[in-house]
């Protein structure tokens, strides 16, 4: 077996990661399934065991594989759940309820959902401060919710209000506010009917990359969402998500007719 030579001419671990990379792509192996020894990989590839290691390395990083002292080298295991950022809204003339869309892919799925709350007082960022009409560093209320499905941290929610919208409401409790946030907005008369999506990706901080369970080379998705009504912005609501682990669907258009 040889490495497949690239026109840059890249070192040969990296041609050796890409040859790895696309047989594991191709299901040469099952998911969690344990990748040849080094010294099989040696053989197979007629290169060093360090040239072995390090592009072993270069799929460590890239969280694909994970070494498991004394055992060897396996494919990360990872459940893949799709979230649909733009669900079918509940109530006419209103955006759809997040935490309704999350419940229904989880039943969908047939995996537990759960979800811890905390909340308070943040100075706001220059970005989230300029979406809600706030001067830079205001403060901000800002509520969290930790998202996990089938015991799996999945999702890191902040929701960040004016103080005096938030104030005094199921949002500033850490439970689960009834019916859900969207109905507590409501009754407040603000209906959100308008938002306008963000989507980025970076890699996380420590603490993020610590609460997702990461390896050092996979990133987050953000969906940072700005919702409003015609009296103005709303919340500005800031979705982290683990890249491998999620996938965010975007669906356009009138569904097709179903026979």
């Known amino acids: 077996m040889t490495i497949p030579r690239a026109d840059a001419n890249p070192p040969k671990y990296q041609r050796l990661a890409a040859d790895l990379r696309r047989r594991i792509d191709s299901g040469e192996w099952e998911d969690g399934g344990r990748l040849p020894v080094e010294n099989e990989l040696e053989t197979q590839y007629g290169v060093a065991r ?3 290691r390090l592009a072993v390395d270069v799929l460590v990083n890239e969280g694909r594989v994970v070494r498991v002292q004394g055992k060897g080298t396996y494919l990360r295991r990872r459940a893949r759940h799709d979230h649909r950022v733009h669900g079918r809204p509940q109530r006419r003339g209103a955006l759809p309820a997040g935490g309704e869309t999350y419940a229904a892919e989880a039943r969908a799925a047939g995996v537990d959902l759960t979800v811890e709350y905390e909340v308070w007082a943040v100075r706001a960022r220059r970005d989230i401060a300029a979406w809600l009409g706030l001067q830079p560093e205001d403060s901000v209320m800002m509520r969290r919710q930790l ?15 004016r103080p005096g919208l938030a104030a005094d409401t199921p949002l500033m409790q850490d439970l689960p506010a009834p019916g859900g946030d969207e109905r507590t907005l409501a009754a407040l008369g603000r209906v959100e009917t308008a938002a306008t999506d963000h989507l980025t990706a970076r890699m996380p901080d420590p603490a993020e990359a610590a609460w997702f369970g990461l390896g050092p080379g ?3 998705l953000v969906n940072t969402r700005v919702t409003r009504d015609r009296r103005g912005p709303i919340r500005v609501v800031e979705t982290r998500y683990a890249a491998d682990r999620a996938r965010l669907l975007y669906e356009l258009g009138d569904p097709a007719p179903t026979d």
């Open 147 to 161: 998202c996990r499905i089938a015991q799996e941290p999945y999702a890191i929610e902040d929701s960040h209000y």
């Open 50 to 52: 360090n040239t072995v």
């Open 218 to 220: 996979v990133p987050l």
